[in-house]
């Protein structure tokens, strides 16, 4: 797609998953983001959505949350059009008998089932794996849950940020004199969700050697723990508990956040050992490139409170844009910390197809990320807007075999929406 025209609803399927169907059947973050990391690259993803019941609104209750599109009279989630995109959105509800003879039907002609739901209560509704798989035994499913599938803590209820912590995250996030800290996005379900996308590649592979199916266990908890580094082997070497450090990174130097006269703050990764020569070049502090005992990490570890002083001093004077300029001549690595506004202003996300004008369902446009990665054979691409709620659900039905009438009885009985 070009940069600055919206993307096109209704573009026919493409990329290197076109043709395996996915039956979404979680709700919020872990889920849904697994299901529409494999809808941007070609995957049919049927999101089950629950209709109105109870004097509730129907749907994934991410639809509400966060900031609402100012024009849409529904009052949709600005977040929902990036979640939602590429997807079909089906009204079932999995409590009812009729609801989940649909849903086995739909994991009947399905590769993959993502689901985010409290371990135990698939097969409440007669829909776990061994249900499931009977009738179609190459079934992929991924669950996602705060705890995994198995173990003591199973049964409890688990949330990304509960997963940030007890996966460690937390503890090593923020500044040693106050409390641990965390990111302003859910990146623990994140984690969990690319985790889960990762399992089921996985899975496809094997598949084609053998024919069958398996289970994808993802617990968010392991998900974030997955990415904490050397953090074990340094306790169990050492007795060593890595703590919180501010704005650096622990025992590489340097690397770390510097203040600009404009207000800002640039990240500055000086820590090879020429690009350490060239950055003390730059700012002007050849004595410290010369000296012998910073020649390497270890000896730069040694003296970390004197480096970050003076490469502080020098970008403190210094706007921000000035201080990239003469890190880039140099060759070093470095970046202010963006705003959602540099990332719109940033001429490079443009390029790169980062930011993308969608058309909504209701003809109006609102920019969202494009997709991630960037596959140069089979890329994946934005087909369709996120869909209103139940926009799908005839015609999946009817992909099932169902008349009018009988879609019309489902509707009349609360099932469907």
């Not at 998953?17 to 973050?29: C, D, N, P």
């Not at 249900?131 to 949330?159: E, H, K, M």
């Amino acid at each position: 797609m070009s940069a600055g025209k919206p993307s096109a609803i209704d573009r026919p399927a493409s990329g290197p998953l076109a043709g395996l169907r996915v039956l979404e059947l979680g709700q919020l973050i872990a889920g849904p983001f697994a299901g529409r990391m494999m809808a941007d690259f070609g995957a049919d993803v049927i999101k089950v959505e629950p209709p109105a019941r109870d004097g509730h609104e129907g749907g994934d209750p991410l639809r509400k949350w966060r900031k609402l599109h100012p024009d849409d009279q529904s009052g949709t989630s600005l977040w929902w059009y990036v979640q939602g995109r590429n997807k079909r959105s089906v009204t079932l509800d999995l409590r009812m008998a009729a609801g989940q003879r649909i849903a086995r039907e739909l994991a009947a002609c399905s590769d993959i089932v993502i689901e985010n739901f409290r371990p135990g209560a698939l097969e409440k509704w007669g829909l776990g794996y061994d249900a499931l798989a009977r009738g179609n035994p190459g079934l992929i499913l991924v669950r996602l849950s705060g705890y995994g599938q198995t173990g003591p803590y199973r049964d409890r209820p688990g949330f990304g940020a509960i997963a940030e912590s007890m996966g460690g995250m937390r503890y090593v996030t923020g500044f040693p004199d106050r409390p641990p800290v965390r990111m302003n996005l859910s990146i623990g379900d994140s984690l969990a969700a690319l985790h889960g996308v990762i399992g089921a590649l996985m899975a496809l592979h094997q598949r084609r050697q053998t024919g069958l199916g398996q289970v994808i266990d993802v617990a968010l908890y392991e998900a974030v723990f997955n990415m904490m580094e050397s953090t074990l082997p340094e306790f169990d070497r050492y007795g060593l508990v890595r703590e919180r450090t501010g704005t650096n990174l622990t025992g590489i130097v340097p690397s770390n956040t510097y203040p600009t006269a404009d207000g800002r703050h640039i990240v500055i990764g000086g820590n090879g050992d020429s690009i350490f020569k060239r950055l003390m070049g730059a700012i002007g502090r050849e004595d410290l490139a010369a000296a012998p005992d910073l020649a390497d990490n270890a000896g730069r570890v040694a003296r970390v409170a004197e480096i970050d002083a003076a490469i502080g001093a020098w970008t403190q004077p210094r706007v921000v844009q000035a201080v990239l300029d003469t890190l880039a001549a140099a060759r070093v690595p470095a970046g202010k910390v963006y705003t959602a506004r540099d990332i719109v202003e940033d001429p490079h996300y443009r390029a790169r197809e980062m930011i993308v004008p969608q058309l909504t369902r209701d003809g109006d446009t609102v920019e969202v990320p494009g997709v991630v990665p960037k596959l140069s054979a089979t890329p994946g691409v934005l087909r369709t807007s996120a869909p209103r709620l139940g926009d799908d659900t005839d015609a999946v039905l009817r992909e099932l075999g169902l008349d009018a009438a009988q879609i019309a009885a489902l509707r009349q009985r609360g099932i469907v929406q």
